[in-house]
């Protein structure tokens, strides 16, 4: 499973992204191969009709329709090997997403409580504040000194 580095706001955009192309690359190859070795199969078909209808001979026919059947068989196993890797990739990237998107939303959690804390000390120094001015103000009156 590939780790990521986590930064500030979670995991490292830059490297989650390089692993993302390097899914979509092997993906692309993946697919360039089946459809390459469709297209081999497609032309040994087309080889093998030619040669049925020219040739007379069995045994050229058999050797023919044995490399057929072993061209399918390739294709099929390369097929079933490309979607188990495939799977495996997607698998593990719909993991590390997970992590990601768990790890944000735990971040998430932890900045709004520490701002509901903010908020509150906030609140009680500004009543506090408030209290000693006007408490300052009530003694300027008290002592209501004219020094003109």
Known sequence: MKRFSIVNNGYNIDEVNNFI????KKLEKLSADNNNYLLQLEELKKQVANNQVQKDNK???????KALIAAQETTDRMKALARE??????KEAKENANAIVHEA??????TEQEYQ???KDYNVYKAQIESLIKAQLELLKDNNIDLK
């Open 105 to 110: 939303l735990v971040n998430a959690q932890k």
């Open 59 to 65: 045994e050229s026919d058999q050797r023919i329709a």
């Open 21 to 24: 192309d390097i899914v979509i």
């Open 117 to 119: 804390l903010l908020k």
């Open 85 to 90: 890797e495939a799977d495996l990739i997607l």
